[in-house]
């Protein structure tokens, strides 16, 4: 973690808190983000959790749902995610996946953990490897699944 922000960082961090507020407003949970690639905004997002019934509709994840259709391309490297709460370990993998090259945040587990919102357990459950969440994971290897990455492999030529 690195501590230097800008003006433009504390502008897009007030943009995030404040979609988190208008968020809450409406009776989602209290979570905004902001997409930047350097000064231009690519996208916003806020928990959709409760209007789409989707426990994967965080901010952060969102916010790169709505950019990957506004630009029509699902990566987004070198962007930075502005969010008003510390991101989550989905969050921060989608991130990972997506190329986002920095992340700014406001509220951390000291602030959100007493009204529920700590990330720490969940990073905790990801640090075993594969197969070690707590989860039942069961491989059962199929005839056919080196044929879908044949497939796939044959029409990209
Ligand atoms: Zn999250």
């Not at 960082?9 to 409406?26: F, G, P, R, S």
């Not at 197969?131 to 497939?151: K, M, N, T, W, Y």
């Given at each position: ?23 809450a407003d409406k009776g989602g949970e ?99 490897n594969f197969g070690h969440q707590g989860i039942d ?21």
């Amino acid at each position: 973690m690195t501590s230097e922000t800008s003006r433009f960082d504390e502008q897009m961090i007030h943009q995030a808190v404040t979609l988190a507020l208008t968020n809450a407003d409406k009776g989602g949970e209290p979570f905004g983000a902001v997409l930047t690639r350097g000064t231009e905004i690519v996208a916003e997002g806020v928990n959709d959790a409760h209007i789409d019934h989707d426990l994967t509709a965080h901010a952060e994840i969102q916010a790169l749902r709505h950019a990957g259709k506004a630009q029509r391309q699902a990566s987004h490297t070198g962007t930075t995610m502005y969010a008003s709460g510390k991101p989550c370990a989905m969050c921060m993998a989608a991130m990972i996946q997506a190329g986002v090259a920095r992340i700014v945040f406001a509220a951390d587990d000291d602030l959100g953990g007493p009204y529920g919102f700590s990330t720490e357990s969940l990073y905790r459950q990801m640090q075993g490897n594969f197969g070690h969440q707590g989860i039942d994971v069961v491989h059962l290897p199929h005839p056919e699944s080196r044929e879908a990455f044949e497939r796939y492999q044959a029409l990209l030529g």
